[in-house]
């Protein structure tokens, strides 16, 4: 019996040594993430369910800056200004206005990609990974929340900038999506309209008003 609760007592001293470690290093990027007045990221997107032989890939780009972000993906913009998000789709000439840029909560829209994980979640260290001479290091996040949609999230974090390299992110229902870095810069220049939707370049197009 002592054997037995000595195994246990180690086992629960190491997995908490591992999420304060994870705790730490996400508080360091988190840190990071604060201390720019805005960015600009370009990115890779894949979405896969074996079970229902679907694969999508496509690239976007994203400039963010505090709440506010100009999203492009998919062929449609989704410009939020701290207040209304506008989802601009060119092909159907139409825009969706809605007051909120984070209708579901489960879901990690760009103001929220590299600092969601604040809150509602465990956090474990994973494996470090040397891809392309980075050392990336995994943190695994697992939701608090038991009827989460989201199974749970490896974060990959380069150890040197600690910046995101990547997210992959799987769903209960099999479904894994992975959205991966492929340039970040910081503190651009930007231009003052850039956040602001302009309703007279789509006078043509159908606003369709969910409020």
Known sequence: MKKII???LLTLSVSAFAQNN????LNEVSAKVKSYNNISITFKYVLENTAENIKQQTKGDVVMEGEKYR???LGVTRLFDGKKLYSISLEDEEVTVSSEGDNEEDSVTPSKMLSFYEDGYTY?????QN??????QYVKLTPIDSNSEIKNILLGIDKQTKH???LIQVGKN????????NSFKTNEPLSKSLFTFDANKYKDFYINNLD
Do not use: C, F, H, P
């Open 164 to 166: 995101i390299y990547n």
């Open 6 to 8: 000595t195994v246990l």
């Open 131 to 136: 891809i392309n001479g980075r050392k990336i």
């Open 174 to 181: 099999g479904t894994k999506t992975t959205l991966t870095v």
């Open 22 to 25: 994870a705790k730490s290093l």
């Open 124 to 128: 474990a260290m994973d494996i470090e």
């Open 71 to 73: 999203l492009n993906i």
